[in-house]
């Protein structure tokens, strides 16, 4: 029987490179869809994306930074046109609970008439260890806003495993999944809980997302990353929705996802959060 061609768009990233493991170990045929690799694909360049796509049936879209962003819902839909031409078969969107500008890139690929599955992630347990909170934390201390929101954080494994699910089983077509681990924390009590793994002092200090936006700018990040953290705290944190812990992990993988506390005992025998190098 002919396998299918699969293309992991994001396939160096979080959650894209969790799942071309996994479909390499099941013997599958991935083509990973990056700039570096061989062919190229670059959201930020269409004439890359045939080149992609050919020969693919099923593709997995993470869209760099984030869906929420100004034109992400163009680029979406420029790509879902394109691989309706290439007669691809079915999409996997990794989406945001909680925005509702993601939930527009969502209804792209719902009306495409191609088969699909949404999969919608709460806040990654792994942007403690592999993102923007990794270098406060690294040098003791972490000052975030919307310190008391609860947020059920998700492992990256387990949201690649039911993308996994969804691209190999036909059962899961047409289905919109919610993931979410099974605890809720606080930015306080998630870095707590970090502080105590790694045996560390570290200072959660609550701070207003003004403030938080002025010390971004002040230490030179790009504005549209600005934009979207400042979206990101008051929109979706904002969102009394985003504290909602759902059983959708347990019903596609038959087990129970990964705990923040489970990641965390996990993350700290890698090292990576010893204390930063002091600045002179």
């Known amino acids: 029987m002919k396998k ?16 071309a493991d996994s479909l390499k170990l099941l013997n599958q045929n991935v083509r990973i ?5 061989e062919p190229a694909f670059d959201w930020n360049n269409e004439e890359t994306w045939k080149d992609a ?4 049936d099923k593709m997995y879209i993470t869209y760099q930074p984030d869906l929420a962003v100004p034109g992400a819902k163009q680029s979406i839909e420029s790509l879902i046109d394109l691989a309706k031409k290439q007669h691809l078969k079915k999409v996997v969107l990794l989406s945001g609970k ?6 527009l890139c969502e209804e792209v690929v719902m009306r495409s008439g191609l088969d699909y599955t949404i999969v919608r992630a709460s806040w990654f347990s792994q942007n403690f260890s592999e993102s923007f909170f990794l270098e406060p934390i690294q040098q003791g201390v ?5 310190a008391d929101v609860q947020v059920p954080y998700v492992d990256t494994g387990d949201i ?21 681990g099974p605890t809720t924390f606080s930015f306080k009590e998630a870095i707590a809980e ?14 207003s997302i003004e403030e938080y936006v002025a010390a971004m700018k002040e230490h030179g990040v790009p504005a549209d990353f600005v934009w979207l953290i400042e979206y990101l705290f008051t929109e979706v944190l904002g969102n009394p929705m985003v504290s909602e812990i759902t059983n959708d992990i ?3 993988l038959k087990r129970k996802p990964k705990s923040f506390t489970q990641y965390v005992n996990e993350t700290v025998k890698t090292g990576v959060w010893k204390s930063g190098i002091p600045i002179a």
């Open 4 to 19: 299918d061609n699969f293309l992991i768009i994001g396939g160096t990233g979080k959650t894209g490179r969790k799942v």
């Open 33 to 37: 869809g990056s700039r570096s690799s």
């Open 53 to 56: 796509l050919e020969g693919v």
């Open 98 to 103: 909680g925005e509702r500008e993601a939930e």
């Open 142 to 146: 972490v000052a975030l806003p919307q």
């Open 160 to 180: 690649a495993d039911v993308v996994v699910e969804a691209l190999l089983h036909e059962q899961h077509n047409g289905q919109v999944y919610q993931l979410t």
């Open 194 to 207: 970090i502080a105590k793994a790694a045996d560390r002092d570290i200072v959660f200090a609550p701070i």
């Open 250 to 252: 347990a019903k596609v």
